[in-house]
């Protein structure tokens, strides 16, 4: 993905769009992963709470 | 010249979205963990009745029934009364009469150095009794 393809995606996704916002998590699911281990195991609720938190505010970020 | 520019800053940008969502996730990741940690464990009541055996008459303890706290005090009176004389009443004077070593010179006549000598030597003495009963139980 290109930064304009980059743009528009990020763009849609904070207006609302879901198959952007699907992107975008799609894009930073290996960011998202890392930080779902904990005590050296995977936590999948973590990672649940983690996209639950992503969806809630990405319309907070400004472009 | 221009669209180099506007690339510049969209790579700006998507810099910028990743830092922001890193520290997103990260924060989420402290929240989750406070959460678990305040959150405690809890068990249905049919479970818990189905984990716990029934009380029965083994499981209420009487304080009169010999224990081996009891059987510790016990053996310590033993090892207590084996001391030498001297010994047992510079004990008694001060843990069961709280008096001061000093006093306890003055009234023993004797030096208040001597007081602790023989206060250590007596507590050496029965804590080695004690280990010695144990070692001989086991």
């Avoid at chain 1, 290109?2 to 998590?25: P, R, V």
């Avoid at chain 2, 678990?36 to 083994?58: C, N, R, V, Y």
Wanted: charged share 30%; net charge negative.
């Amino acid at each position: 993905m290109n930064d304009i393809d980059f743009y528009t995606t990020l763009q849609g996704a904070i207006a609302g769009n879901h198959k952007d916002l699907e992107s975008i998590l799609v894009m930073y699911e290996s960011l998202i992963r890392k930080y779902c281990y904990f005590n050296g195991k995977y936590d999948e609720d973590l990672h649940q709470y983690i996209l639950i938190r992503i969806v809630l505010k990405i319309s907070k970020f400004i472009i | 010249m221009y669209q180099g520019q506007e690339n510049g800053e969209l790579n700006i940008l998507r810099a910028r979205f990743t830092i922001w969502l890193e520290k997103l996730i990260k924060n989420a990741k402290i929240d989750y963990l406070r959460k678990l940690k305040k959150t405690p464990e809890t068990m249905s009541i049919e479970e818990l009745f189905e984990s716990e055996e029934p009380i029965g008459d083994k499981d209420i303890v009487i304080p009169s029934q010999k224990m081996t706290f009891d059987f510790e005090e016990e053996r310590l009176a033993k090892a207590f009364y084996e001391l030498p004389l001297m010994k047992r009443k510079i004990l008694e004077m001060l843990f069961v009469e709280e008096i001061k070593p000093e006093e306890i010179a003055k009234k023993l006549n004797c030096s208040s150095q001597y007081v602790y000598n023989q206060k250590f030597r007596a507590i050496k003495t029965l804590r080695e009794q004690l280990c010695k009963g144990e070692n001989t139980d086991e």
